[in-house]
Nanobody, 124 residues
Framework: QVQLVESGGGLVQAGGSLRLSCAASGRTFSSYRMGWFRQAPGKEREFVARITGSGGSTVYADSVKGRFTISRDNAKKTVYLQMNSLKPEDTAVYYC?????????????????WGQGTQVTVSS
């Protein structure tokens, strides 16, 4: 399994931007499909975005489409989530996840490795 460490969370005003990073260990990072999920207090963890190993295909939740961008740098073994036009309802703990399986990647059960999460708080 791959080890994942998220960073980049914080407090931002509505309309602002943040970029989350997820650094991975291991030698075959480009083989992993990567995803971002989030969990708000009292709510289920939900899918945000995912990207294939090559970076050639991305999928987004409707709630973030047009505002968030997932990308990856395989040389740096890092996946990013650029979040623009943030809203208070984006407040959550954000998790990155990895899977080597060829799956849709929009369900948390598609993933085998998870980071510890990073808090994003958007104030109104």
């Amino acid at each position: 399994q791959v080890q994942l460490v998220e960073s980049g969370g914080g407090l931002v005003q509505a309309g602002g931007s943040l970029r989350l990073s997820c650094a991975a260990s291991g030698r075959t990072f480009s083989s992993y499909r990567m995803g971002w999920f989030r969990q708000a207090p009292g709510k289920e963890r939900e899918f945000v975005a995912r990207i294939t190993g090559s970076g050639g295909s991305t999928v987004y939740a409707d709630s973030v489409k047009g505002r968030f961008t997932i990308s990856r740098d395989n040389a740096k073994k890092t996946v990013y989530l650029q979040m623009n036009s943030l809203k208070p309802e984006d407040t959550a703990v954000y998790y990155c996840a990895a899977t080597i399986r060829v799956v849709t990647g929009t369900d948390e059960y598609d993933y085998d490795s998870w980071g510890q999460g990073t808090q994003v708080t958007v104030s109104s």
